[in-house]
Nanobody, 115 residues
Framework: QVQLVESGGGLVQPGGSLRLSCAAS????????MGWYRQAPGKQRELVASITWGGSTSYANSVKGRFTISRDNAKDTLYLKMNSLKPEDTAVYYC?????????WGQGTQVTVSS
């Protein structure tokens, strides 16, 4: 059974930083591209960053240069370092494979950027 557990969210002021973690269990992590998604209130869930097994990364234009995705394959853990946070980054952040699998969404972690 696949389980994805996100953590590391919180309340941060504009310009601040956070590091999110996603612990994966089961075979989902092995050789699959992984990604961080986010869903803001009233908006559709969107993919903001992805990484292949080999470490190739891709970012949405809205976060490029501010967010960094990484993975530790030995620990089955995905990370998202977020710098220079903006109020528009406020959302619930989720991890999943790319493309995503509907059965594998976790609870997500709330990120709120506000002064």
């Amino acid at each position: 059974q696949v389980q994805l557990v996100e953590s590391g969210g919180g309340l941060v002021q504009p310009g601040g930083s956070l590091r999110l973690s996603c612990a994966a269990s089961g075979s989902i992590f092995s050789i699959r591209p992984m990604g961080w998604y986010r869903q803001a209130p009233g908006k559709q869930r969107e993919l903001v960053a992805s990484i292949t097994w080999g470490g190739s990364t891709s970012y949405a234009n809205s976060v490029k240069g501010r967010f960094t995705i990484s993975r530790d394959n030995a620990k089955d853990t995905l990370y998202l370092k977020m710098n220079s946070l903006k109020p528009e980054d406020t959302a619930v952040y989720y991890c999943n494979t790319v493309p995503s699998r509907d059965t594998d969404w976790g609870q997500g972690t709330q990120v709120t950027v506000s002064s």
